[in-house]
């Protein structure tokens, strides 16, 4: 097709290839649907491309006689013939569709299915599902199965959700009106779904929480702490993996959520995931969990207690970026300030801890990662001042 010279008005005005299936709004300029879909919608813009004018309708008509054109040449110079699109749905076939759903239960789960298919087939799709109340719909059948403690409804429901990329303003508007039955019925979800529907679970809560109230933030459970870490702990995807981190940075400054998640695990798992983590963004995101985490006694205690806790994070200073080595820093500022003894004194030697320490002062990091080094070493400089750990070639930027 790239060598076939194609009459310009078969031409999509957006992407300049071969339209599929012709739409007509209302400036009268017609684009590929699919095209103009993602301008709208996608993109967020509400002018027609072509002559700039706003657009106020969004309803488009398909233009079937320049489709009909555009499968008659492909059948002419041999090439595939595009197919005739499907009919877009609208907004009465899923009021009927949820309807039907919500007076026989038993074809719940035959509606979850379609909706999935409807909103895996484009924007527009999606955009009619929310006007139908679909999203309500949803919430509804999770928060049900929630209290029968069934599952498999719950699954499809929220996969569904997940898909529908809801906005914050949406969001926002679950969590005011459905408040914590909305989160209860997504840990829910995370107990006892399935690999994939665990995944949708996190990446949704970790969103609901970002349009939380404190409240809200605060009155988190242990448990909640208990399952984000074995989503973490199972590696179920790199996408819900990177969630699950956001989502405990996001929720361990509010109350007492650092003890509760030190209480479900959270010190061993993210020292594990340390010691193999390799990508930039998620070592930050574990030192900074870590770093929150050791601001309270507990936390500094369980990852003393962990055999490779000090060396994993003392090896990734210098080793990974600028924001990495500075949450690292402060993690042993914590240590040393506040659960020093005589054993982590000499651990901290063992593993080069204080030999990177003296590093950092020699390279290039934030003046702030240097103050606090700086301050690490003299604190404790009667016992390692003249330690014969400390190579001599750092001796000389020992403060």
């Known amino acids: 097709m790239d060598e076939i ?67 008659a040449w492909c059948t002419l110079i041999g090439v595939e013939r595009i197919p005739t699109p499907k009919s ?80 914050e303003v949406q969001l926002k508007a679950l969590i005011n009106n459905e408040g914590f039955q909305f989160i209860e019925s997504l840990f829910h979800v995370l107990r006892l779904g399935n690999y994939q529907s665990r995944a949708y679970a996190t990446m949704l809560m970790r969103s609901a929480f970002e349009a939380a109230d404190p409240i809200q933030l605060i009155s988190v459970k242990t448990m909640l702490f208990v399952e984000i870490m074995r989503v973490l702990r199972d590696q179920i995807s790199q996408q819900a993996s990177k969630a699950a981190l956001k989502l405990i940075v996001e929720l361990f400054p509010w109350g007492r959520n650092r003890i509760k998640g030190v209480e479900g695990g959270a010190i061993s798992v993210l020292i594990e995931l340390l010691i193999d983590a390799s990508e930039r963004r998620t070592c930050e995101l574990i030192l900074i969990a870590l770093d929150q985490l050791c601001g309270c006694a507990e936390g500094r205690a369980e990852l003393l207690i962990h055999a490779a806790g000090v060396a994993i994070v003392s090896k990734k200073i210098l080793r990974v970026s600028h924001v990495a080595s500075d949450r690292a820093v402060r993690i042993l500022a914590s240590i040393c300030r506040y659960s020093a003894n005589g054993r982590v004194l000499h651990e901290m030697l063992q593993v080069g801890a204080v030999s990177k320490l003296c590093l950092v002062l020699q390279v290039n990091c934030s003046f702030k990662t240097k103050e606090r080094a700086k301050e690490i070493l003299k604190l404790h400089s009667l016992i390692w001042k003249n330690s014969p750990c400390i190579p001599v070639t750092l001796l000389s930027s020992y403060p």
């Open 5 to 71: 010279d194609i009459p310009a008005h078969f031409l999509c005005p957006i992407s300049l290839q071969l339209m599929r299936d012709p739409v007509t709004v209302c400036t009268g300029i017609t684009y590929d649907r699919e095209n103009i879909e993602r301008w709208l919608f996608s993109c967020k813009r509400n002018t027609c491309p072509v002559t700039k004018q706003c657009l106020l309708d969004h309803d488009f008509t398909p233009n079937h006689t320049l489709r009909r054109l555009i499968q």
């Open 88 to 167: 877009p749905i609208d907004r009465i076939q899923i009021v009927k569709l949820l309807t039907e759903a919500k007076r026989f239960p038993e074809k719940q789960l035959k509606c979850l299915t379609t909706l999935r298919s409807i909103a895996f087939e484009g924007q527009r799709n999606k955009t009619c599902l929310e006007s139908a109340g679909v999203i309500e719909f949803l919430v509804s059948t999770m928060k049900h199965n929630t209290q029968v403690n069934s599952t498999v409804p719950s699954e499809a429901a929220i996969e569904v959700l997940f898909h529908l990329n809801l906005s």
